[in-house]
């Protein structure tokens, strides 16, 4: 309680203030006028940095790491890709993404949550996510969904290693401590192979047809969830993007970020003044509110898959964007 003596008892008013602060303190309370100016900026000022995982850096952790520790002691055998601006779980300030692996004949068990995950398949094939009771067989270039709540659990039949980018949400979920998670009592929830198109599965094959068909030196394509017809997510959303040989994507300057994998090809990442090159496989971190493109090199068509964080943004009605160059 703030003592009447201690406004009276000094001529000083700083000091008066630091006593009513001090005070205040005692009751878990503190002033907002000296940290208004850091909460509510004139810009977004995101924490991440622009940053790249090289496939051929990160493949050999993941097979050194997959002789080293099965599956019954990692329930999920995967590196966190942390921004290096900040920490795990963060890959930018809302998405994270991490490389997990699968050796032939692992299952890696069935557990479900209320974060929300995709894959997008690097290397391997004859794996698979099951889905709530739905058996995903995974190719490279496949996405994949595991929506909130669903179970899931991910094998391996083939006879090669399987290697795969996840795609979640946590850096929500450490905002917005709500996180619920259940483990299944087997190791495998009951599944079944399907033929029909899945609500869960976009293959690469579909994709890069609606890349292909318009003209012009780049395109980018949202994935439509072929259920609801919106997002893939409640928080997370995709896109591919096909940039002809030599050709560069318009600059984009958006609050909300991205993590890229290269599906084919390789190039240049140019994300505010920073210059990246990159090459299949690899793991790129796109900062909110930073102006990027991506250059392809002259070899090839270069792909790239995008998952970001609009449907997020936009729910928080923060979504702006600036197309054309707006300095780095
Ligand atoms: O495959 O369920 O990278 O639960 C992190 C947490 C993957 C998964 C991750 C997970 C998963």
Redesign the pocket.
């Known amino acids: 309680m703030l003592d009447a003596t201690m406004t009276t008892t000094t001529s000083n008013p700083n000091a008066a203030l630091d006593a009513v602060i001090e005070a205040a303190k005692k009751h878990s309370a503190v002033p907002l006028w000296p940290v208004l100016g850091t909460l509510s900026t004139p810009e977004p000022r995101p924490k991440a940095v622009p940053h790249i995982w090289p496939f051929a850096v990160m493949r050999p952790f993941c097979e050194a790491a997959a002789k080293l520790v099965g599956t019954e002691f990692a ?2 055998r ?1 590196f ?1 890709l942390i921004n290096p601006a900040l920490g795990d ?1 963060y890959t930018t300030d809302t998405l ?3 490389l ?1 692996t699968i050796l032939p004949g692992e299952v ?1 068990r069935a ?1 479900r ?1 209320t ?1 929300f ?1 995709l ?1 997008f398949i690097i290397e391997g094939d004859r794996a698979y ?1 099951a889905v709530e009771g739905e058996k995903v067989m995974m190719q490279r270039g496949d996405l994949v969904l ?1 929506p909130q709540d669903e179970w ?1 659990d ?1 094998g391996n039949e083939g006879d090669k290693i399987m290697i795969w980018m ?1 795609g ?1 949400d ?1 850096p929500i979920w450490r905002a917005v401590p709500l996180v619920f ?1 259940e483990h299944y009592g087997n190791k495998q929830f009951p599944s079944e192979v399907t033929t029909k198109p899945s609500v869960r599965k976009y293959p690469w094959d579909e994709m890069q047809a609606k890349l292909d068909a318009p003209s012009g030196p780049t395109a980018e394509v949202p994935y439509v969830h072929r259920g609801t017809g919106g997002e893939i997510g409640a928080t997370i959303g995709a896109s591919a993007i096909r940039i002809n040989a030599g050709a560069e994507t318009p600059a984009l300057r958006e609050t909300s970020s991205s993590i890229i994998n290269v599906y084919q090809g390789s190039g240049t990442a140019l994300i505010g003044g920073e210059t990246l090159r990159f090459t299949q496989g690899d793991v790129i971190a796109v900062p909110a509110w930073k102006q990027v493109r991506f250059r392809a090199d002259t070899g090839g068509t270069t792909y790239l898959f995008r998952m970001h964080d609009r449907p997020l943004v936009r729910a928080l009605n923060a979504y702006r964007a600036d197309a054309g160059a707006v300095g780095a």
């Open positions: 329930e999920r995967v966190s779980p994270y993404a991490g997990q890696a557990h949550h974060i995950a894959r996510t595991t899931h991910h996840d979640l946590h998670t």
